[in-house]
């Protein structure tokens, strides 16, 4: 298959694929949709292997399928920021997706969550790849349902109630930013992102579409839906936290912002000061919880906030730590979430100070939670020392040495609250319930997720290229003389 015939089989794959798993499950009962669902989103993956090679020789592959008019299109991109993302994001949703085989065995509403899962990925897919921002808007719409639906899946009132605050916050703020692109239209007359590269958006316009972005990545003060998204299963915190949901507002930023429309200089301190704020903060509750899904939530809310500030650096050294963050934090996180559910699955509880003394009866998952939690606070070998070293760096050639210091001093916090957790749970006297390791397939998918965790970290170099290349192709695209460094 040709690149073109590749991206739109990426996306249909897991979209369109996704309508048969309720078919099946209404025709046979049991762990087939589970099957289907890894087969659709495995194959997805599989299709973004060949992006790979033309993505870091620098190709960009753009084309459009009309569908109103000269209006809007189905504009699609492949490039090495697409490629990236696509990758990345398929290889941990196939990881989660192989897990639930055990995790959700025997579950009420199987065939659903399989269903709405492998439609999660497509709608990542189809963001990821499309370059119209009205399409760009409707597969971000699209996962806000699939979320929605997700996370109020055990279907208990509370549950339900904390799915709507997650879908109300996220719609509310996807509704400002198609406000704002109404306001691009109006301002430039076109909705596509290549027509817009080096124009300067209004100031009304960014806030609006800011509003948007900073609630799907819940970002201080739009981020309380996400602790409280915690009831789902792990496997949907997982994806939510790792592979989809809150890397969706960030992709979002960098190709609306970093490949399209410009924005001015005096708001990138400001930008940068919003980020600091929101990991800090949220550094600082999760030294305060005791809930470990809420734990990692508040953590991931700080490691976006990371991300945001090598995006908001505007330099090129920035631009290439963020996306090795966004691959280094996907793996490390969504190995944490799915080491919660094992816990879980062992304790019935997710209180960690009913837990303890659980290395002895779960060594596995003990040795994936603590890899994964060092690479989380930023410690060498591991990707996720890489990625902050990057953007810290960014900052710095950037001129925002006060910020780089903030920076600092948050990465300091997340390796206490991850030790604190890793003690709290594993070490000490055993408190309360405790059993076995999980399911084999949970505890071969978390070892899995730690290993390529480290090796993400030895191999850097092979990630660091493609990212080297995205960030190339976003200094050309950068038109406006002076906003890169």
């Not at 559910?341 to 060594?363: A, N, R, S, V, Y």
Request: aromatic residues 14%; proline residues 4%.
């Amino acid at each position: 298959m040709d690149l073109q015939t590749t991206a739109l089989a990426i996306i249909a794959v897991p979209l369109l694929g996704s309508f048969l798993i309720p078919v099946v499950g209404w025709m046979r009962k049991g762990k087939l949709t589970g099957y289907l669902a890894v087969a659709l989103i495995g194959a997805a993956h599989l299709m973004t292997w060949t992006l790979l090679g033309p993505a870091r020789a620098g190709q960009v592959t753009s084309f459009k399928i009309p569908f109103y008019g000269d209006l809007i299109n189905l504009s699609l991109t492949i490039d090495a920021l697409a490629a990236f993302m696509a990758f990345t994001s398929s290889l941990i949703a196939t990881l989660i997706a192989i897990y639930s085989l055990g995790y959700i065995e025997h579950g009420d509403h199987e065939p659903e969550y399989y269903f709405i899962v492998t439609l999660f990925l497509g709608a990542m897919m189809g963001l990821v790849f499309s370059t119209n921002i009205i399409f760009l808007y409707t597969f971000w719409e699209i996962s806000a349902l699939a979320c929605w639906r997700l996370i109020g899946y055990f279907r208990e009132p509370d549950y339900i109630w904390k799915a709507d605050k997650a879908f109300l916050v996220t719609f509310g703020g996807a509704v400002l930013m198609l406000l704002g692109f109404v306001l691009v239209y109006a301002q430039y007359g076109t909705f596509e992102i290549a027509d817009l590269r080096g124009k300067t958006v209004s100031a009304v316009a960014l806030v609006l579409i800011l509003a948007g972005v900073f609630s799907k990545s819940a970002s201080v003060p739009l981020h309380t839906w996400l602790p409280d998204a915690g009831v789902a299963p792990s496997t949907i915190t997982s994806l939510l936290h790792a592979a989809i949901l809150v890397k969706i507002g960030l992709y979002g930023f960098a190709r609306l912002f970093c490949n399209g429309l410009s924005i001015p200089p005096q708001w990138h301190k400001w930008l940068l000061a919003v980020a600091l704020g929101s990991a800090f903060v949220s550094a600082c509750a999760a030294l305060q919880e005791t809930n470990i899904k809420r734990l990692l939530a508040f953590s991931t809310v700080s490691q976006i906030g990371y991300t945001f500030l090598g995006l908001f650096a505007f330099t090129a050294t920035g631009y290439v730590g963020a996306l090795l963050y966004i691959m280094a934090h996907g793996l490390a996180k969504g190995g944490l979430f799915l080491c919660a559910g094992i816990i879980e699955h062992g304790t019935h509880t997710k209180d960690m100070t009913k837990m303890g003394g659980l290395f002895k009866k779960m060594p596995v998952t003990a040795v994936a939670y603590l890899v994964c939690a060092l690479s989380i606070a930023g410690i060498p070998p591991m990707a996720g020392f890489f990625s902050k070293y990057f953007v810290i760096q960014g900052m710095v050639n950037g001129g925002y040495h006060y910020l780089a210091v903030g920076a600092i001093l948050t990465a300091v916090l997340t390796l206490l609250y991850m030790l604190r957790s890793f003690h709290t749970i594993f070490l000490g006297q055993p408190r309360g319930e405790s059993h076995h390791e999980g399911a084999p397939v949970m505890v071969t998918v978390v070892a899995i997720l730690a290993v390529m965790t480290v090796l993400a970290g030895f191999f850097l170099p092979m990630p660091f290229a493609l990212a080297k290349v995205a960030a190339a192709q976003r200094t050309i695209f950068y038109t406006l003389a002076g906003l890169w460094r």
